[in-house]
């Protein structure tokens, strides 16, 4: 489904009030949700838009996305900042649900606008000179974004899902997250220090025995709810006490595992 909550004359600042932007992205999201319970077999969003402003709202909204089986793919932005520091949203929300996408280069590196984040953005996806549709009845080619980089992850899970229709949100993510490659010049900027690659995803499918790999692991970034829970999943079940063993607070605090 294409759904469009910004619009209108893009020279009229009316259009793009922060609170003008998330009010209507709430309209969208409920329709996702609506469609969802009518039975529609929504499985993945892409949301190539956003502000440094947060809205609780918006993330009650993809976070029952995230419960109705919805994997949501969001764009890292353009500012060159790092969000472990200068959140983004609604890529930065804490959710299992959202993959936050960064943009990368022909030659692998980060592109030079991407924003970046070693706990708070997942991987990179092609976001430099890009052919893409326009306007009208336009093609352009050169075209540079993370929201050219998001929608290939999003078409990456829509892809995984038409292999195999039975994924779940976890299991999308083990697969696009388990495949990256990895170049050094992503190494330390995003979670996965990688760049998707759609053909090892696809090839992830069939791995009876992936290694051990963390899809999540919240809260990430400088949103950090006081007292809050710290919660690392896996793509695959795990020993308690080896996690247990392995697993490091800087600096130390109290509390229970479980």
């Not at 606008?113 to 352009?140: C, H, M, Q």
């Given at each position: 489904?294409?759904?469009r909550?910004?619009?209108?004359?893009?020279?009229?600042?009316?259009?793009?009030?922060?609170t003008?932007?998330w009010?209507d992205?709430?309209?969208?999201?409920?329709?996702?949700?609506?469609?969802?319970?009518?039975g529609?077999?929504?499985?993945?969003?892409?949301?190539s838009y956003?502000?440094?402003?947060?809205?609780t709202?918006l993330?009650e909204?993809?976070?029952?996305?995230?419960?109705?089986g919805?994997?949501?793919?969001?764009?890292?932005?353009?500012q060159?900042?790092?969000?472990?520091?200068?959140?983004?949203?609604?890529g930065s929300?804490?959710?299992?649900?959202i993959?936050?996408v960064?943009?990368?280069?022909?030659?692998?590196?980060?592109?030079d606008?991407?924003?970046?984040?070693?706990?708070t953005?997942?991987l990179?996806?092609?976001?430099?000179?890009i052919a893409s549709?326009?306007?009208?009845?336009?093609?352009?080619s050169?075209?540079?974004?993370?929201?050219?980089?998001?929608?290939?992850?999003?078409?990456?899970?829509?892809l995984?899902?038409?292999?195999?229709?039975s994924?779940?949100?976890?299991?999308?993510?083990?697969?696009?997250?388990?495949s990256?490659?990895?170049?050094?010049?992503?190494r330390?900027?995003v979670?996965t220090?990688?760049?998707?690659?759609?053909?090892?995803?696809?090839?992830?499918?069939?791995?009876a025995?992936?290694?051990?790999?963390?899809?999540?692991?919240?809260p990430?970034?400088q949103?950090?709810?006081?007292?809050?829970?710290?919660?690392?999943?896996f793509?695959?079940?795990?020993?308690?006490?080896?996690?247990?063993?392995?697993?490091?607070?800087?600096?130390?605090?109290?509390?229970?595992?479980?």
């Amino acid at each position: 489904m294409a759904i469009r909550f910004l619009g209108g004359n893009v020279l009229d600042a009316q259009d793009y009030t922060v609170t003008r932007s998330w009010s209507d992205a709430l309209i969208a999201w409920d329709y996702v949700l609506t469609m969802k319970r009518r039975g529609v077999n929504i499985r993945v969003t892409n949301n190539s838009y956003g502000n440094f402003q947060e809205s609780t709202a918006l993330n009650e909204a993809i976070a029952a996305a995230g419960q109705e089986g919805i994997l949501n793919v969001c764009i890292a932005h353009n500012q060159s900042a790092n969000t472990d520091v200068f959140s983004t949203f609604p890529g930065s929300f804490n959710l299992g649900s959202i993959i936050n996408v960064a943009a990368s280069t022909e030659a692998d590196g980060l592109a030079d606008f991407s924003n970046y984040g070693r706990s708070t953005i997942d991987l990179a996806a092609p976001g430099v000179n890009i052919a893409s549709t326009w306007k009208g009845s336009e093609y352009r080619s050169g075209q540079n974004g993370t929201s050219y980089a998001g929608p290939m992850v999003a078409g990456a899970a829509a892809l995984l899902l038409a292999a195999d229709p039975s994924l779940t949100v976890n299991q999308l993510k083990a697969a696009l997250f388990g495949s990256v490659d990895q170049p050094a010049s992503l190494r330390g900027k995003v979670v996965t220090n990688g760049r998707l690659n759609v053909t090892r995803a696809l090839q992830y499918l069939t791995n009876a025995d992936p290694p051990a790999i963390v899809i999540t692991a919240l809260p990430a970034g400088q949103r950090t709810p006081t007292n809050g829970p710290i919660q690392v999943v896996f793509n695959r079940p795990m020993n308690h006490a080896s996690v247990e063993s392995a697993f490091m607070i800087t600096p130390p605090v109290g509390g229970t595992f479980e």
